[in-house]
């Protein structure tokens, strides 16, 4: 993941594609309020948690552990979701 900034323009590249992920135009030189809108969109592209991922090699029964525990999570939140709705 490469950042570049140009004319009020911050741009974020992925390394092996070559293509942009997404573009963040800076407004009246707010950097503050762009950087937060940075952070937002590469959490919710999932980028930043892929970049943690792919620094150290992980087995793959360590990743099919990983993600059952992630699921077993998941259902547990959408069943308090669903009882708190009701």
């Known amino acids: 993941m490469n950042l570049y900034f140009r004319k009020g323009v911050i741009v974020i590249i992925n390394k092996n594609t070559k293509k942009a992920n997404f573009t963040i135009i800076i407004k009246d ?31 793959p029964s360590d990743i099919r552990i990983r993600k059952a525990k992630e699921g077993k999570i998941n259902l547990y939140k959408a069943k308090k979701k669903r009882e708190n709705n009701l």
């Open 29 to 59: 030189n707010n950097i503050e309020k762009a950087i937060r809108k940075m952070k937002t969109k590469a959490t919710k592209l999932g980028i930043l948690k892929t970049y943690r991922d792919k620094q150290r090699y992980e087995k």
